[in-house]
């Protein structure tokens, strides 16, 4: 790496020196291009390891500790260390080297440390969905990172959180993980869901989010590893067409307000919600945390999950109400 002062000295020579022709201008151009390049690395590499990686100032295990990086965070590699590391994880040996990397994401906390190249990969890895709290931090494998819609009223009230899915994505079958910043007697995690009416056919679908729905009751979900992961539960077909009961006449004047004559017609000779082209979707998931400090204190916070489904790509008329 050239030195800042000799690289100003050396571009404040080549540009007091006489530009004759065309090429000396080019030779110019060429060569601080190159100085300007000197410390910038190419080499961008992925945290793999499941519960974070630390980061330090130094490179060796006694040295201050910056920050945990989340799974799925890019670090960009500017220098390789020769000191070994050999580590043993949940019995595997991993061994690699201590190498200096540098954040790529603005919102990260620090700009520069060291951390044990065993946990990196060069395959892209999304970062996970992640919430942070006062108490404790909430993150979910295998669902990339969401950014939140706060209350209106309060952007400082984060109790109950709103982020939605992708066409593609889904709560159920999934890893939460707790990290907790404090001591505590314990931490439970509950799911429920929202079932809403959609009415849909080969032209159009409609889904009635604004008006009557059904909750199924909070469920408790098992713990899988060492009481701080769980795993979500899947959806019976029984529960994602449960509902409560309706008035039709109801539905269909809500349906022809919202949206005309031509929706409230496909509905207009059905007998029961069970009636095509009327079917009863998952809506919402919810999760709630529930953790209980030394001294009995609780801490609740739920995450609200919007699902959502791909109209597009069967070029359906859509309608939200």
Same mark, same amino acid.
């Given at each position: 790496?050239?030195?800042?002062?000799?690289?100003?000295?050396?571009?404040?020579?080549?540009?007091?020196?006489?530009?004759?022709?065309?090429?000396m201008?080019?030779?110019?151009?060429i060569?601080?291009?190159?100085?300007?390049?000197?410390?910038?690395?190419?080499?961008?590499?992925?945290v793999?390891?499941?519960?974070?990686?630390?980061?330090?100032?130094q490179?060796?295990?006694?040295?201050?500790?910056?920050e945990?990086l989340?799974?799925?965070?890019?670090l960009?590699?500017v220098e390789?260390?020769? %000191? *070994?590391?050999?580590?043993?994880?949940g019995? #595997?040996?991993?061994?690699? &080297?201590? /190498?200096? =990397?540098?954040?790529?994401d603005?919102?990260d906390?620090?700009?520069?440390?060291?951390?044990?190249?065993?946990?990196?990969?060069?395959d892209?890895?999304?970062?996970?969905f992640?919430?942070i709290?006062?108490k404790f931090?909430?993150?979910?494998k295998d669902?990339?990172?969401?950014?939140?819609?706060?209350?209106?009223?309060?952007s400082?009230?984060?109790d109950?959180?709103?982020?939605?899915?992708e066409?593609?994505?889904t709560?159920?079958?999934?890893v939460?993980?707790?990290?907790h910043h404090q001591?505590?007697?314990?931490?439970?995690v509950?799911?429920k869901?929202e079932?809403?009416?959609?009415?849909?056919d080969n032209?159009s679908?409609?889904?009635?989010?604004n008006?009557?729905?059904?909750?199924?009751s909070?469920?408790?979900?098992?713990?899988i590893?060492?009481? %701080? *992961?769980?795993?979500t539960s899947?959806?019976? #077909?029984k529960?994602?067409? &449960?509902? /409560?009961? =309706?008035?039709?006449d109801?539905?269909?004047?809500?349906?022809?307000?919202?949206?005309?004559?031509?929706w409230?017609?496909?509905?207009?000779?059905?007998?029961?919600?069970?009636?095509?082209?009327?079917?009863?979707v998952?809506?919402?998931m919810?999760?709630?945390?529930l953790?209980?400090?030394m001294?009995?204190e609780?801490t609740?916070?739920?995450?609200?999950?919007?699902?959502?489904?791909?109209?597009?790509q069967?070029?359906?008329?859509?309608?939200?109400?």
């Amino acid at each position: 790496m050239v030195h800042k002062y000799r690289r100003r000295r050396l571009t404040l020579l080549i540009v007091n020196y006489e530009l004759k022709t065309p090429l000396m201008l080019l030779r110019l151009l060429i060569i601080t291009g190159l100085l300007s390049n000197f410390s910038l690395a190419q080499d961008i590499q992925y945290v793999a390891a499941e519960n974070g990686l630390i980061i330090r100032e130094q490179p060796n295990q006694g040295a201050l500790k910056l920050e945990v990086l989340d799974y799925g965070t890019a670090l960009e590699i500017v220098e390789y260390t020769d %000191l *070994q590391l050999d580590l043993v994880d949940g019995g #595997k040996k991993l061994s690699g &080297k201590w /190498v200096k =990397v540098r954040s790529t994401d603005a919102y990260d906390l620090f700009e520069e440390g060291y951390v044990f190249n065993g946990y990196l990969t060069e395959d892209v890895l999304d970062r996970r969905f992640k919430v942070i709290y006062d108490k404790f931090a909430v993150s979910i494998k295998d669902l990339p990172r969401k950014t939140t819609s706060r209350t209106t009223f309060n952007s400082d009230f984060n109790d109950i959180l709103f982020y939605t899915l992708e066409p593609n994505e889904t709560l159920e079958n999934k890893v939460v993980i707790i990290k907790h910043h404090q001591d505590f007697r314990s931490i439970k995690v509950f799911q429920k869901h929202e079932n809403s009416i959609a009415i849909s056919d080969n032209k159009s679908h409609a889904d009635i989010i604004n008006w009557k729905h059904y909750y199924s009751s909070w469920k408790p979900l098992k713990t899988i590893k060492n009481h %701080l *992961q769980f795993k979500t539960s899947n959806i019976s #077909k029984k529960e994602a067409t &449960k509902f /409560v009961d =309706v008035n039709l006449d109801s539905l269909k004047a809500v349906v022809k307000d919202a949206c005309g004559t031509a929706w409230s017609d496909s509905i207009k000779n059905v007998k029961s919600l069970d009636d095509s082209p009327i079917n009863i979707v998952v809506s919402k998931m919810y999760l709630r945390i529930l953790m209980t400090d030394m001294n009995g204190e609780e801490t609740e916070k739920i995450l609200i999950f919007e699902l959502s489904i791909d109209h597009e790509q069967n070029d359906k008329l859509y309608a939200k109400i």
